[in-house]
């Protein structure tokens, strides 16, 4: 996040900023869905542990998603994951 700040936008920089993007967005909704689990489990416990079992198994799929997407990038690919890839490209 420091780099992404600081660094100055040019086009020696766009590929690395669309996949710092990537990451961010996907961050972003990984919390809103962590968020949304710990209201779950306020209102009903039952519900609460439903939507954290299954933000458990989303969190480990974005977590081999990322290992899987730095492996590419390491190769010189540009991975581009379904959804975050839209917003992504809008705003690197």
Do not use: D
């Amino acid at each position: 996040l420091v780099w992404f700040f600081t660094e100055a936008k040019s086009l020696q920089n766009c590929w690395l900023r669309f996949h710092a993007f990537q990451v961010i967005f996907g961050a972003l909704a990984l919390t809103a869905l962590n968020i949304v689990s710990n209201v779950l489990a306020r209102i009903s416990s039952v519900l609460g542990m439903i939507f954290g079992l299954l933000l458990m198994v989303v969190s480990l799929a974005y977590l081999i998603t990322m290992i899987v997407v730095g492996l590419k990038v390491k190769e010189g690919q540009t991975p581009r994951l379904p959804l975050l890839s839209k917003f992504a490209a809008k705003y690197a």
